[in-house]
């Protein structure tokens, strides 16, 4: 038989004819008609938009914990809030405390409020 000929043939099979034909070789011949990993990147259909490395990060309070005080203070040295502005916005956690900030300060806030108790989530 051609090359043709077997292009002919599996082109008037069923969808599920197909799924048989391939598991029927994998087993005759002992391999996978799944794409190895290292060769799906290579692959064409496989490449998508580049993944972008998160820049910026929303610093969110989930829970303020049992020093409000001092969860209020670090919020206030954290932020140009004043201090009602910081005590409405731990009163109301979940709640943003900062966004749009770079991960080096995220995470230096993030340690801020923990020190105090506070449970903190980024973005």
């Known amino acids: 038989m051609k090359k043709e000929e077997i292009i002919e043939v599996v082109e008037k099979m069923t969808v599920l004819e197909l799924a048989e034909l391939v598991k029927a070789l994998e087993e005759r011949f002992g391999v996978s008609a799944a794409m ?10 496989a490449q998508a938009v580049p993944h972008e490395e998160q820049t910026e990060f929303d610093v969110i309070l989930k829970e303020v914990g049992d020093r409000k005080v001092q969860v209020i203070k670090a919020v206030r040295e954290v932020t140009t809030l ?8 731990i009163e109301s956690a979940p709640s943003l405390v900062k966004e749009k900030t770079n991960k080096i300060e995220a995470e230096e806030i993030k340690a801020k409020l923990e020190a105090v108790g506070a449970k903190i989530e980024i973005r």
Do not use: R
Not at 36 to 45: D, E, H, Q, S, V
Not at 82 to 89: C, R, S, T, V
């Open 36 to 45: 190895p990993m290292m060769m799906a990147g290579t692959a064409p259909a």
């Open 82 to 89: 004043g201090l009602k502005e910081a005590k409405e916005l």
